[in-house]
């Protein structure tokens, strides 16, 4: 049940909230898109960030002695595919040279795919 101020408060700033929401509703409208843009794109880079290491370390498996190592380079994460010591691939994909993307990384930071995986095994109850 409704209290009895809550209906004095709906009478006496019903009218007010209701000529207010005609007149700037169109703009607040405008900057709820405006600003949902910004947001959206941070999602779908942190998704595809994740995309990328999943692809890097599918690509890692299917070759032989595979291997990964995250790169950065101008302010972008990149997940650089070895097999055998030799570069093959990058994820995401870019034009930049391996020369460059490996320059001063460091090659004892490559890991194998079975390393990196986020699998975590959690102890089962006994049934009964």
């Known amino acids: ?5 809550l209906a004095k408060l709906a009478l006496k ?4 909230v209701y000529t207010l929401a005609q007149k700037y509703g169109p703009q607040v409208v405008e900057q709820v898109l405006r ?3 910004p947001a959206q794109k941070f ?5 595809e960030r994740g995309t990328a290491r999943k692809q890097a370390l599918a690509h890692a498996e299917s070759v032989i ?8 380079h101008g302010g972008q994460a990149y997940w650089v595919v070895f097999s055998r010591n030799e570069p093959v691939g990058t ?3 870019t034009t930049v040279p391996y020369d460059s993307l490996l320059l001063n990384a460091d090659p004892a930071r490559r890991v194998s795919p079975a390393d990196l995986r ?3 095994h959690l102890p ?3 049934r009964r």
């Open 124 to 126: 089962r109850r006994p």
């Open 43 to 47: 999602v779908s880079n942190q998704r």
């Open 35 to 37: 600003q949902r843009d």
């Open 1 to 5: 049940m409704a209290s009895p101020n």
């Open 65 to 72: 002695d595979g291997a990964v190592q995250q790169v950065f």
């Open 118 to 120: 986020r699998t975590v």
């Open 13 to 16: 700033y019903g009218p007010i």
């Open 91 to 93: 994820h995401p994909h």
